[in-house]
């Protein structure tokens, strides 16, 4: 991790599936990253993606150049779908940390019987030989917050204390960026993932 | 104090469209363009007129109006858009503008939502039309007031050409003032200058040439290319557009000793090439797509007889398809140079599901999809278009896919060709009020015999809910005429038209067995809100379960390809996840009737 004008520079990848909120998510770090003053760049996936296809958002923290990610040279990855974190492993640093959501989404290619989800507990195990690995379903958590669409932001939570973006600030952009009527649930699913990272 | 802001490179665009007093915006949905106009549509206290326009080709038109009349206009489109566009846009540029007239022309290499990878710097080439080419989202709202300035003091239009990367990337982005004071509109009658007659057109084409190496000069003088020349490199790396800052941090990481020309404008800045090529003996070009770049140079070196080594797609140091990174950039260093720089790969070897997007739970495509294919039969011919509906490639329904609109002329031309077999084509309501009317009076004017069918989901879908003239409300939400597609059907002469309800398959496949029946065009036109703009729009449905009890595990159901039918292969049952919309239809599928409402 090199330092550019006294900040440090993470890059991040935030993997998933269209439609879980991959996009809410890195917009909840970028508006906290200019908030702090960290330069920030990020690359997302619009369009075809969002009718339940494969998602990768790019984010780089304290980067000055382009938003895409070189291969190998992201230092964390948030993977909000267990396979989906496999799929995109190309881009993480070897040793690097991957804090990934356990609920699997089964693609319309496994429900017509044309291919097949990996398990679950293989996924995380193969995982583990490689990179430092966090693993929780985050879907079960965001429940347990008050609804499972703040699954995104129980994930934000969760990476958050490996960010060189205050606490406060994802926090005031959390609120910032979800519906009006669900900030407390999101704090709390935000608290709650934060929590089972520094707890693992 | 300057104001910081986190955006997506497309609301960067439309913030320098409002920095650089734009009066009027028209365009076309497309991704990665759609956020531009959406962007400044949504703007509290709007003093431009804004409009989704039915085509590029009414886009282009629509803001040549407005710059003729001495404004600034913008048109927005994706690159395949500028080919609907390229007829006016062509003779414009011999006409030339009064106001300043941006063409913002969004390119997607690697084919992320596109059907081709064409490179819109050529277009600008062609039509000797100066071209913008942004590196970051930044420098891509920065340039926007500097072409509406550029483009009125040459009286041309411009090309501002975002890549994917630009258009949906994001950066913390410095903001400008916004001006208030805006020219009132006034068209000059310049016959001379705005009917191309070939008395005038001939004239314009010679001024068109004639100001080619001012505009370069200015180009170059502009701070959106910048030489750094360092003393001792042999070396030269010349970058464009966004494909630079990956050729720049790559240097920086490497710490590699060599010159370097970043280039975001065309005409190339000539002057800087040429003061590059007498300091080096070996230059390496990085740029997406097209070699435009280093054809240029290649001739600026021949012509000065500097035998410099130029490298890029020529010798394939440098792939001319799909898009570039910093990994394509240490590819080619490596090739060109032999240096050892070759990024270290290591996935991990598990077997993944391909997860490719698909129709929506409860989109109603689908179910027209399955009615179709039912009525007409394996043996038929589907010529399909542009839309989500693409994604129908699963049903068997789509066959064919080349451009807006081509659905219907295509299934014309495999009829005259004297294909015996039943042809039905679809196309989506927006992609119909595109080009798709052109194509159905054609059809009908030429009898072909042929079924369409009019996906009608009541909004230009795919690209991000954009309204057409069919769902009855401008961009702006005000009300406007809902054109009937059944009426303009009927009116252009369509002798058998019918209206359904695909969620209804017994109705829908009764309307396609008549269509199949009927000698001549026929069009049925299937009709029924998109599941996500429904939703939004307040439609509730009551979602649906399997009995286990009666599920007697045939599967029909799951091979409907319905998102939310998963099949439990532990007790051989189907069961319905919560992605359910409570369409119906695969209760209506079902034989065993194990499929109902959930009880309230």
Known sequence: MSERAGVKKIDLLITGVGGQGAILASDIIGKAAVVSGIPIRAAETHGMAQRGGSVVNHIRLGSDFGSMIPKKGADIMLALEPMEAVRYLDFLKDGGVIIVNTQPIIPVTVTSGMAKYPDVQEILDTLSEKYIVKAFNADDLAYEAGSRLAMNVAMVGAVSGYLPVPKESLLESVKALVPQKTIEINVRAFEMGRRKVEES | MTTREYMLGNVAIARGLLEGGVQLAAGYPGTPSSEIIDTLASREGRDYYIEWSVNEKVAMEVAVGAAWAGVRSVVTMKHVGLNVAADPFMTLAYAGTKGGLIAIVADDPSCHSSQNEQDTRRYAQFALVPCFDPSTPQEAKDMIPYAFEFSEKFE???????????????SDIELGGIPTDKPEPNFEKLLDRWVMLPKNARPRHTHLLSIQKAMEDALAESPWNSLELKPDAKLGVI???????????????????????????YPVPKKLILEMLETVNAVLIFEELEPIVEEQVKLIAQEAGLPVTVMGKAGSFVPREGELDISAFLEALKKAFDLDVEPETGSISLELAPRPPALCAGCSHRATFYSMKKVFGKDAIYPSDIGCYTLGIQSGTVETTLCMGSSISIASGLYHAGEKRPICCSIGDSTFFHTGMNSLLNAVFNKANITVTILDNRITAMTGHQPNPGVGYTITGEPTVEVSLAELCRAMGTGSVAVVDPYNLEETQEAFKAAKDFEGTAVVIAKQPCVISGKRAGIKRIPYVVDPEKCEGCKQCVKFGCPAIEFDEENKRAVITALCSGCGVCAQICKFDAIREVKR
Not at chain 2, 245 to 262: D, I, N, P, R
């Open chain 2, 239 to 265: 970058g464009a557009g966004i494909a630079s800052v990956y050729a720049k941090e790559a240097l920086e990481e490497l710490g590699l000793e060599a010159s370097f020309l970043k280039i975001g404008t």
């Open chain 2, 156 to 170: 041309i239009p411009v090309i501002f050409r975002p890549t994917t990367r630009i258009s949906h990337g994001k």
